[in-house]
């Protein structure tokens, strides 16, 4: 069964900076999209941003102009820089890749504390 295995998460203070990464266990063929979700508690997960094939992006309005999605779908890696960290953001993170098939990771926490 193919997974999808997230990093780099943990504590960072207000102001400071993460990077996410994601890559597939097993290659996955024709990957139209990869992405960033997350969901703090006690809310519904929600799309921080992703990238298409073709290398379109998109962000959610919370985080545009902090974080910057990368990668390529067709080496089966996503990448999340996610620069000027607010409280708000605090949630755990997943990776999503949408081929024939929905795949998410296992989800990583990403905790912004002073």
């Known amino acids: 069964q193919v997974q999808l295995v997230e990093s780099g998460g943990g504590l960072v203070q207000p102001g400071g900076s993460l990077r996410l990464s994601c890559a597939t266990s097993?290659?996955?063929?024709?990957?139209?999209?990869m992405g960033w979700y997350r969901q703090a508690p006690g809310k519904e997960r929600e799309l921080v941003a992703s990238?298409?094939?073709?290398?379109?992006?998109y962000y959610a309005d919370s985080v545009k102009g902090r974080f910057t999605i990368s990668g390529d779908n067709a080496k089966n890696t996503v990448f999340l820089q996610m620069n000027s960290l607010k409280p708000e953001d605090t949630a755990v993170y997943y990776c999503?890749?949408?081929?024939?098939?929905?795949?998410w990771g296992q989800g990583t926490q990403v905790t912004v504390s002073s």
């Open positions: 990238i298409t094939s073709g290398r379109s992006t």
């Open positions: 999503n890749a949408r081929a024939a098939t929905i795949y």
């Open positions: 097993r290659f996955i063929l024709n990957i139209y999209s």
